[in-house]
């Protein structure tokens, strides 16, 4: 199996997989650890053509009752002023207030690393700000974000929440297309609550994200910590696991590491849990490791059960291994791939994402990505082919085989010897490449090697190296 982050092979078995929200077995699936990046994926995964198998009207996100009129308590309205200027004076956000003191400034660190705080960091009033939420469901937080000043919009796949919101009077388009609906710079924040762990295609996503927010716009999102204590001690029985619906999991190094490559400045990352995830874990473990009989919420909806694993959830939140990650990252202005094959510059912005191999061939993720550099303007595919990929792409059988032509529409005959054909985006790319490796070579007067650096003084791409 092929890692979704890096394309990487290695993979070790993480645990087993099991839906234990509908206590049914999955045959043939599991959870497996990317030996070179660390990201754990399900395999086969979870894609939206088996959305509505695995998503039903009993779902979490599809049964919370909306708010149709929320309203705030003075004290509610308070703390909201408080979290404000937080992220005003924490978070480097201009909310328009007087800055404050060093004592004022004291508290608010000290408060911010509160649940009260972590778990709901956007609610403060917004002033017109624009806030897209994918993954909306009923349509409770966008009412709750519209109430204090926010313009709301939403992106849902579940067409019944699609409806119940717009009945709501909310914009909630259906499906998770960012780029079908906002191409351009909109937003001042989106939102991925408990989203991204669901996706099968995450690159994709992030770079859609990071087109439609605004400069310096805020990426919110939070999803299940893999690392957290009750994770390894549970494994298969974990709550937060929940099989096949969540396809990837994510450490706190992982994601950064992810975010940070896509272009995103982490300004905070932390963990906020609830004790349901380790009541949750002990209910599957009891009922199903030791076969013991027990009604759904029997101890995970147990009030003394909980308080009694409340000051564990709340030490585990303490030293980063609690049950749920919560981001909070701000787009910048270049994306950190491998470094450029020219200049050896790490910072490129993304030219465009292929989506299929025009060969029809599966090799890897879907997409491929070409970037440009930065620096020199030279062009290259980012991450580049690892050597599984391109022998499986430059195979002697691969073009014994009748497949369905792209450019053409012919089916290619069976050939004694191996032939190599480029068609379409692969080829346009390639061209491009090796024309601006042959210009450089002429200007340069040395030979082009990949990764090699040119001698001082001298022209490549678009900008002259200076002593």
């Known amino acids: 199996m092929t890692c979704p982050s890096c394309r990487d092979q290695n993979a070790r078995i993480w645990t087993r997989g099991q839906d234990r929200l509908r206590n049914k077995p999955l045959v043939n699936s599991g959870y497996y650890r990317c030996l070179s990046c660390g990201l754990i994926f399900l395999h086969p995964q979870t894609t939206s053509h088996t959305y509505e198998e695995h998503y039903d009207d009993h779902y979490i996100s599809h049964t919370e009752a909306p708010i149709k009129s929320p309203s705030f308590s003075p004290r509610a309205q308070w703390l909201m002023q408080i979290r404000r200027r937080i992220w005003q004076e924490v978070f480097c956000l201009p909310a328009g207030l007087p800055a404050a003191g060093i004592f004022s400034r004291w508290i608010h660190n000290l408060l911010r690393y509160t649940k009260l705080f972590r778990a709901t960091p956007l609610k403060y009033p917004g002033e017109g700000k624009e806030l897209l939420d994918v993954g909306s469901g009923a349509g409770t937080f966008l009412l709750i974000q519209r109430h204090l000043g926010w313009h709301v919009h939403g992106l849902e796949p579940a067409p019944q929440?699609?409806?119940?919101?717009?009945?709501?009077?909310?914009?909630?388009?259906?499906?998770?297309?960012?780029?079908?609906?906002?191409?351009?710079?909109?937003?001042?924040?989106?939102?991925?609550?408990?989203?991204?762990?669901?996706?099968?295609?995450?690159?994709?996503?992030?770079?859609?994200?990071?087109?439609?927010?605004?400069?310096?716009?805020?990426?919110?999102?939070?999803?299940?910590?893999?690392?957290?204590?009750?994770?390894?001690?549970?494994?298969?029985?974990?709550?937060?696991?929940?099989?096949?619906?969540?396809?990837?999991?994510?450490?706190?190094?992982?994601?950064?590491?992810?975010?940070?490559?896509?272009?995103?400045?982490?300004?905070?990352?932390?963990?906020?849990?609830?004790?349901?995830?380790?009541?949750?874990?002990?209910?599957?473990?009891?009922?199903?490791?030791?076969?013991?009989?027990?009604?759904?919420?029997?101890?995970?909806?147990?009030?003394?059960?909980?308080?009694?694993?409340?000051?564990?959830?709340?030490?585990?939140?303490?030293?980063?291994?609690?049950?749920?990650?919560?981001?909070?990252?701000?787009?910048?202005?270049?994306?950190?791939?491998?470094?450029?094959?020219?200049?050896?510059?790490?910072?490129?912005?993304?030219?465009?994402?292929?989506?299929?191999d025009p060969f029809g061939k599966n090799v890897g993720t879907t997409e491929t990505r070409y970037v440009i550099c930065t620096e020199c303007g030279f062009v290259y595919q980012n991450p580049t082919l690892v050597a599984h990929e391109i022998e499986a792409l430059y195979s002697h059988d691969y073009y014994d085989k009748e497949d369905q032509a792209v450019s053409d529409g012919y089916k290619r005959k069976k050939k004694n010897t191996p032939t190599i054909r480029l068609t379409g985006l692969r080829s346009t790319c390639l061209y491009i490449l090796l024309a601006q490796a042959s210009w450089t070579s002429a200007v340069t007067r040395e030979p082009f090697f990949p990764g090699s650096k040119p001698r001082v003084g001298s022209v490549t791409g678009w900008r002259r190296q200076k002593t």
């Open 161 to 356: 929440m699609v409806q119940q919101s717009r009945v709501l009077g909310l914009d909630v388009q259906q499906g998770f297309s960012i780029e079908e609906h906002w191409s351009e710079p909109t937003f001042d924040a989106v939102v991925l609550n408990q989203v991204f762990e669901h996706l099968d295609n995450l690159h994709t996503l992030l770079v859609h994200v990071r087109q439609a927010l605004k400069k310096d716009g805020i990426l919110y999102m939070n999803m299940p910590n893999v690392w957290s204590l009750a994770a390894q001690i549970f494994r298969s029985y974990w709550f937060n696991l929940d099989a096949p619906r969540h396809n990837l999991l994510f450490s706190p190094r992982v994601l950064r590491t992810l975010l940070e490559q896509e272009g995103y400045e982490v300004l905070d990352l932390s963990t906020v849990s609830s004790t349901k995830g380790w009541s949750g874990s002990i209910e599957y473990w009891v009922r199903d490791a030791w076969h013991i009989p027990l009604s759904t919420g029997a101890i995970r909806n147990n009030w003394p059960v909980n308080r009694l694993l409340l000051p564990l959830v709340r030490l585990c939140d303490l030293v980063g291994l609690g049950d749920n990650l919560h981001v909070i990252a701000k787009k910048t202005n270049a994306m950190k791939y491998t470094s450029c094959l020219i200049c050896q510059n790490p910072t490129s912005e993304t030219l465009l994402i292929n989506k299929q």
